[in-house]
């Protein structure tokens, strides 16, 4: 069984680098939320970031609602084109969190450990 060295993680997913022959491979991210996994490289987490902001401004609208983003769930888009996701509002903001963090842990220890050493 391949290591894994994990980026960022919320109490709904996880995302992490395969490690192989104690090399960390950071070409692709596998990114786990609620039962389902996707391995994308750098540019398609991207990709479901913008994917994710798009649905968020198209959905949400749960600010007077009584239920309160747990009731309506909609289509999320991904990159991969054959699969959306049924997601909650609720659920939009948790993978949210889980990709934006995601992204800031990469992008800081790039700066960390690449340009910003001396």
């Known amino acids: 069984m391949q290591e894994m060295k994990q980026i960022y993680y919320n109490e709904s997913g996880t995302s992490f680098f395969w490690r192989k022959e104690n090399e960390i491979l950071t ?3 596998q990114l786990i939320f609620r039962e389902t996994g996707f391995y994308f490289s750098r540019h398609e987490l991207k ?5 994710i902001e798009e649905s968020y401004i198209l959905n949400n609208c749960c600010d007077d609602c009584e239920l309160k983003s747990n009731c309506h769930k909609f289509l999320l888009k991904t990159p991969c084109s054959q699969i959306d996701l049924a997601v ?3 659920e939009l903001n948790s993978v949210k969190d889980l990709v934006e963090g995601t992204l800031f842990k990469i992008n800081l220890n790039d700066y960390l450990y690449g340009e910003g050493m001396n």
């Not at 990709?47 to 994917?51: D, K, P």
């Open 27 to 29: 070409d692709k991210i």
């Open 88 to 90: 909650s509002m609720d």
């Open 47 to 51: 990709l479901f970031q913008c994917c």
